[in-house]
Each structure stands twice: as structure tokens, then as C-alpha cells.
């Protein structure tokens, strides 16, 4: 460990109060309007000081660290950091990047971070000299690192950009059957609507799952039901139950076309609609064709601004429907498709945690003396 010695942050830094900026005050410009969430706008002057900027979180994301090389203007939910002389902006920035101040946020409500608590927290102060080699060290570090985190996630979207083209010809492009409209091979259609309010929640095994747009997941998932209902308390006048073995597709909000396939009775909520096929139409291949078509459905859909895909919009829609065996060769096929995409999506975040780990070490090791960067130079992992 460095024999460095430790000092409060107030001793070599203040965080500074942003100013509150409402939309209507901004004047178009080419500085940076940046809260805790980062960069939303734009302005035409700064607020943070000369030369670049340390910005953290105040309400929202506290604790966040951002970089700018260029002066922003910092709205009222962050701080800017003014740096005194005995410290490097640059070494600052990733001795802040470290903090876990976001574990010691203090307003119950908006997580809110104190400036008190961040002005006495402690940390290590080498030379400037030895900072400005830190800082060199691990700008060329994490840059490295971050990007291998590119390259990762670039990957994640090209495999599922594949996957959705795979399956688009498998259940639409390559089956020789003519298109017609859904409504001719559903046996019915149904929307969700608002769970009774009385009573208990049941038991898993006992009740009935209610579904909201967000039990709908990825490639055809549907997760744990917001609530569990009494049996009793469903009927089809009031809440409707989604039958077994349906396609239920999000028919209105930000996720409007994301598809699920639903193997238990459930019911939902009234942004959901549920599909239970024909005798000529599997609802897993017609799950797989529908999830494919995810961007034409919205694309497409009523109401431009917030899409709206409804039952008859749904019914008019048009789908291909070749024999059940072929329906079932091909629905095998994506279905071992997708799980190989998911362990390779898997691996992937695996990855990119492993690195976000390594660089938060590299940095914690770089700050703390625990790493020589004058030895550690050109070393890679």
C-alpha cells in the first residue's frame, strides 16, 4: 500500500450546486446541458467553469462520475467539481469514479447525494506529478477496455439482428403458402382489463397469473405475473382469462409488438391482448412469425405517435399458414436456434460484466498506490 497521505475531498475539491435550467429558458447553442442522468440538450453558454468538467450526480443517478473535456452547463440535479491545485482533474475524475457513494444516497424518495458526505470522504493524494502519471496510465487502459466493451455489445446486436432474420425467413419469406388475414385461423381474441381490487392474492399454485406489458420478455418469454388472482374472482364479462397455449402480443405503450407465448391460463392487463389459434395454426409458429415482425407491426399499426395495435387491426394482419408438421419442423428449429443465441447472449454479459469489474479494479488499484503504473505500463490482462 502507498504511503500517500489521506485527505477530505473538501480539502482538494468542492462540488458545486448546478442551476436550475427549464426547457423554455434554453438557448440554442453548442455547450452541453447535463443533469444526472447526463447530456439532454444544448445551450449557448457554460456554467461549470473553465477548461473540461467532472460532473456528478446529485438526485436520480447520485453518485454518477462523468467526464467532459469541454465546459458544460450543469443543471440543478448534479454537481461540478472545482479542483484546487494539488490535484490533477483527470486523476480526480477516476478517484471519484470509484466512490460508492451511490450505497450512501440519503433522501427516501429521489436518492439524493449530500455534498456534505461527499466533501468528507477521504482519499489518497500523491504528487501531482505522480497523478498526471495515474491519470496517462489509466486513460490508456480504459480506453483499452473500453473498447473490448464495444466490440462485446456490438456483437450481442449483429447476433440478434441475425437471429430476427433468421426467423423472418424460416416463418414468412421461405414458406411457400399464400398470405391471408389472422382472423381466418384464430379461434379467439381477447383484451385484458383491470384486476379486481378485492380480495387477496393467491398462491402460485392455487391462482391465476396476471400479466402486465412488462411480464412480456424476450424471444417469446413471458415472466412472473405482477399478481396472482383468486380463480373465483375471473369470469369472461369481467376480467378475462387468456387460454392456454396463446400468443399474447403488447398492443399499446413503449413495447407495443412485443409477443409472448403463453402456456398457462393467465389473464392481463388492459395494454394486453391474447391470440389463441386456430386448429390449423400452431401459436408458437405464429408467435415466432408475429415476434419477427415486430417493427412492420408498429410500423404499420394506427396512431403514428403512440403506436396502437388492436384487435382489428390484429385480425387484418396478414400470416402465412403451411401445414402443422412443417409449422412444427419449423418452430424446433427456431426454438434451438434462439436458445443457442441465448447462451451466446449469456457469455456475452458475462463478458461485459467481467470487464466493468476489471476496469473499476484497474482504477481502484491505479488511485490507491495498490499498482505501480510506472511498472504496470504496457501490461495487458
Do not use: C
Not at 465546459?71 to 448534479?78: L, M
Not at 385480425?315 to 401445414?323: D, E, G, I, T, W
Amino acid at each position: 500500500m502507498s504511503e500517500w497521505p489521506t485527505v477530505a475531498l473538501r480539502h482538494i475539491a468542492r462540488l458545486e450546486y448546478g442551476d436550475a435550467l427549464p426547457g423554455d429558458a434554453r438557448i440554442d447553442g453548442d455547450v452541453p446541458v447535463v443533469g444526472s442522468g447526463g447530456t439532454d440538450s444544448t445551450h449557448n453558454h457554460a456554467n461549470s467553469g473553465p477548461g473540461p468538467a467532472i460532473v456528478v450526480g446529485r438526485k436520480g443517478s447520485a453518485g454518477s462520475v462523468r467526464w467532459f473535456d469541454e465546459p458544460v452547463h450543469v443543471i440543478d440535479t448534479a454537481y461540478w467539481v472545482r479542483t484546487g491545485s494539488r490535484i490533477d482533474s483527470r486523476f480526480l475524475y477516476y478517484v471519484l469514479s470509484v466512490q460508492r457513494w451511490s450505497e450512501t444516497t440519503q433522501d427516501v424518495g429521489v436518492p439524493g447525494l449530500s455534498r456534505d458526505l461527499a466533501h468528507a470522504t477521504k482519499v489518497l493524494l500523491p504528487p501531482l506529478d505522480e497523478q498526471r502519471r495515474i491519470a496517462d496510465f489509466l486513460d490508456t487502459e480504459t480506453a483499452r477496455l473500453d473498447r473490448l466493451l464495444v466490440a462485446v455489445q456490438r456483437q450481442g446486436h449483429v447476433a440478434a439482428e441475425r437471429l430476427q432474420a433468421i426467423v423472418e425467413r424460416h416463418t414468412w419469406l421461405d414458406v411457400d403458402t399464400p398470405a391471408t388475414p389472422l382472423r381466418r385461423s384464430i379461434a379467439e381474441i381477447k383484451t385484458g382489463s383491470t384486476p379486481p381490487t378485492a380480495g387477496r392474492d393467491y398462491s402460485r399454485s392455487q391462482g391465476i397469473g396476471w400479466l402486465s406489458p412488462g411480464s412480456i420478455g424476450e424471444r417469446l418469454t413471458i415472466g412472473e405475473p405482477a399478481r396472482i388472482l383468486d380463480p373465483a374472482a375471473l369470469s369472461d364479462g369481467v376480467v378475462p382469462r387468456f387460454a392456454a397455449d396463446s400468443v399474447v402480443i403488447v398492443g399499446i405503450g413503449a413495447t407495443a409488438g412485443r409477443v409472448g407465448h403463453l402456456r398457462a391460463i393467465a389473464t392481463g392487463n388492459q395494454q394486453l391482448t391474447a391470440i389463441a389459434t386456430g386448429p390449423t395454426l400452431s401459436a408458437r409458429f405464429l408467435a415466432w412469425q408475429m415476434w419477427s415482425r415486430t417493427s412492420e407491426l408498429r410500423a404499420l399499426a394506427p396512431y403514428t405517435t403512440l403506436p396502437i395495435i388492436g384487435n382489428d387491426y390484429l385480425k387484418s394482419v396478414l400470416v402465412r399458414v403451411p401445414s402443422l408438421e412443417r409449422q412444427h419442423e419449423i418452430v424446433t428449429d427456431m426454438d434451438a436456434t434462439a436458445g443457442r443465441t441465448e447462451l451466446l447472449s449469456y457469455q456475452r454479459e458475462r463478458a461485459v460484466l467481467l470487464l466493468n469489474e476489471r476496469r473499476q479494479a484497474l482504477i481502484t488499484a491505479a488511485v490507491t498506490g495498490q499498482l505501480d503504473v510506472t511498472t504496470a505500463r504496457g501490461v495487458r490482462s
